[in-house]
């Protein structure tokens, strides 16, 4: 779990009940010997201005390169993706990369327009039922890549019908717009210990 910033206690929680052992991570020696790693939300600007500082970003990009699975949720998913479409903010700071997506920050809006959606989740884990998902300050996926299976559309803030990817795959990345960590709903953590596991 990175714990540099945001939303790391509930993440643990999460991770945990989904039977995964789980350490915080504040410097690259702690990465050894990990096979996934969750990037939680909270600001992207700020996780990684400190990541940068102690060279974490290109440590965890290596580390994935050996075989760690990566898990960014919300300001975490911003950190993962190849482009990020308003990236004015944080064009001065290295981000992890490698999952292609071109993502816009605060893409649905302001803290106001923080939401909860159900959303249908393909390969969950245990049962079909819809996934409550909640969205603060979201980053919006507006494009993704040959390469990434969109595991969850939501049509919110989009004209009727359209509708766009808020959870996506590509091989041991995962990523989220919404906070998974928020409910008591462990399914997304569960499939992602099981990426990590290798199963
Ligand atoms: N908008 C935030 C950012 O750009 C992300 C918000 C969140 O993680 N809840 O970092």
Redesign the pocket.
């Known amino acids: 779990m990175l714990a540099l910033q ?2 790391v206690a509930e993440h643990v929680r999460a991770l945990q009940s989904s039977e995964a052992e789980v350490r915080t991570v504040r410097r690259p020696a702690e990465l050894e010997g990990l096979d996934g790693l969750v990037v ?8 990684a201005r400190l990541a940068a500082s102690v060279g974490l970003m290109e440590a965890i990009r290596e580390q994935h390169d050996a075989g760690m699975a990566v898990f960014g ?4 998913l ?1 950190l993962l993706a190849e482009s990020v479409a308003d990236a004015e903010a944080l064009e001065d700071f290295e981000r992890i990369g490698g999952l292609e997506v071109r993502v816009r ?2 893409g649905y809006g302001s803290q106001l327009d923080s939401f909860t959606e159900d959303l249908s989740v393909t390969d969950l884990p245990g049962d079909d039922a819809p996934l409550s998902a909640v969205f ?4 919006l996926i507006e494009e993704v890549g040959e390469g990434v299976e969109v595991l969850a559309v939501s049509s919110a803030g989009t004209e009727a019908g359209e509708r766009r990817p808020v959870a996506v795959r590509q091989g041991l990345l995962l990523g989220a717009s919404f ?1 998974p960590e928020l409910t008591e709903d462990t399914r997304l953590h569960q499939l992602f210990v099981e990426m990590a596991a290798g199963a």
Do not use: D, K, L, Q
């Open positions: 945001g939303a939680p939300g909270g600001e992207s600007t700020t996780m949720t919300c300001a975490g911003i920050r605060n603060i300050r979201a980053p906070h």
